[in-house]
Nanobody, 115 residues
Framework: QVQLVESGGGLVQAGGSLRLSCAAS????????MNWYRQAPGTDRELIAG???????VYADSVKGRFTISRDNAKNTVYLQMNSLKPEDTAVYYC?????????WGQGTQVTVSS
């Protein structure tokens, strides 16, 4: 059983930075990708960044150049460094693990950016 626990969310002023962490525990192997999603009130959950098992990264246009996804294999942790935050980045941020037979979600962490 895999569990994902996010941390690092909070309240920040526009232009500020936050770093989210997603710690994975359990039977972690054959992972296709680790992804970060976010969901603002009244909107669909959207993929904003992902990193494959081979280390390739992808970003949504809305965060490209401002957010960076990375991982520490020794700690089984994925990070999302968020810079130049904007009020429209306000959302609940979710970590997701994807592999051939399973998708696992974390509980989410709130990020609020004030103007």
């Amino acid at each position: 059983q895999v569990q994902l626990v996010e941390s690092g969310g909070g309240l920040v002023q526009a232009g500020g930075s936050l770093r989210l962490s997603c710690a994975a525990s359990g039977s972690i192997f054959n992972i296709n990708a680790m992804n970060w999603y976010r969901q603002a009130p009244g909107t669909d959950r959207e993929l904003i960044a992902g990193i494959t098992g081979g280390g390739r990264t992808v970003y949504a246009d809305s965060v490209k150049g401002r957010f960076t996804i990375s991982r520490d294999n020794a700690k089984n942790t994925v990070y999302l460094q968020m810079n130049s935050l904007k009020p429209e980045d306000t959302a609940v941020y979710y970590c997701q693990m994807s592999r051939a037979w399973q998708t696992v979600w974390g509980q989410g962490t709130q990020v609020t950016v004030s103007s």
